[in-house]
């Protein structure tokens, strides 16, 4: 049976406080002090790195039991990239090559993806006609700090939808964006349904997707995927911060360093001839 570590990467220092991971900073609040500790920052937890993962590491090592200890929304893939995965009030969705989405088995594993523990959020509306590029450009400007992980909910309707999904790899693994090339297109129209996405700050690069990666699912759970296009309906958008990230790695593997050639695949963009190199 495969095991695993968590790592903590970041801790900030919010209004004077200094907020450890978890683990630490529960034991100092037990060695220091008898008052109640101040709850630790929201925290994106990240199972695996994404160079380590689009090298072609596509084995699950953390099952989805288990995933849910991490967080109730989130997106990333399962073994074999074996379609997407879609998190929303702490349901998870296997979005598999025909665009359906059903409940994960529980004992099914992932060997990437983010999830949080989705907080109630003030939600402002979208304008329609909006572009992927013209949403991202949205949320920039209500959600400034480029430096931490944002958590992204658009629910409503949406003129078009371009997703993807993709049939499990067969071994040996390629690496992602060979993979990719079989991705499976489908082309949806006002449909109603809410949009799962993640915001990773620049200095993630390597380790994470930089800038934005959305999943999606209709309302009806009849559709899903990864998001290589949009154009907004009307529809609601709200966020979470998340000055906390946590890496889930699995035991005895070795990471590639951030410089190794899977890094490139961190910036591609979508294009007719491209994939997008995200699960």
């Known amino acids: 049976m495969k095991t695993f570590k968590t790592v903590a990467l970041l801790?900030?220092?919010?209004?004077?406080?200094?907020?450890?991971?978890?683990?630490?900073?529960?034991?100092?609040?037990?060695?220091?002090?008898?008052?109640?500790?101040?709850?630790?920052?929201?925290?994106m937890v990240q199972i695996s790195t994404f160079n380590y993962f689009a090298a072609g590491n596509y084995d699950g090592f953390v099952s989805i039991a288990d995933l849910h200890r991490y967080g109730d929304f989130g997106l990333g893939t399962f073994d074999r990239v074996d379609g997407e995965m879609v998190e929303i009030d702490g349901k998870i969705y296997q979005v598999r090559a025909d665009g359906k989405p059903?409940?994960?088995a529980e004992n099914a594993l992932t060997p990437f993806a983010n999830v949080t523990f989705?907080?109630?959020?003030?939600t402002v509306p979208v304008a329609p006609g909006l572009t992927i590029a013209q949403l991202e450009t949205q949320i920039d400007q209500i959600a400034p700090d480029q430096n931490i992980f944002v958590a992204i909910r658009v629910e409503g309707?949406?003129?078009?939808?371009k997703l993807r999904s993709e049939e499990p790899a067969v071994k040996p693994y390629p690496a992602l964006t060979d993979f990719l090339k079989g991705q499976i297109v489908f082309d949806l129209k006002n449909t109603s349904g809410t949009l799962v996405g993640i915001r990773s700050p620049a200095f993630s690069k390597g380790l994470n997707v930089v800038g934005y990666h959305f999943h999606f699912i209709s309302t009806d759970q009849q559709a899903g995927g990864h998001v290589l296009e949009l154009t907004t309906g009307s529809a609601t958008l709200a966020f979470n911060d998340d000055p906390l990230w946590e890496l889930v790695l699995p035991e005895n593997s070795v990471v590639p360093q951030a410089t190794s050639p899977a890094t490139a695949l961190a910036t591609i963009n979508v294009s007719a001839s491209v994939p997008s190199a995200t699960p």
């Open 102 to 104: 059903h409940l994960a």
């Open 11 to 43: 801790g900030l220092i919010i209004s004077g406080a200094l907020f450890l991971p978890r683990t630490q900073a529960n034991g100092l609040e037990q060695a220091t002090s008898s008052t109640p500790p101040a709850q630790p920052p929201q925290a």
């Open 118 to 122: 989705w907080q109630p959020a003030t």
């Open 157 to 161: 309707n949406f003129q078009t939808l």
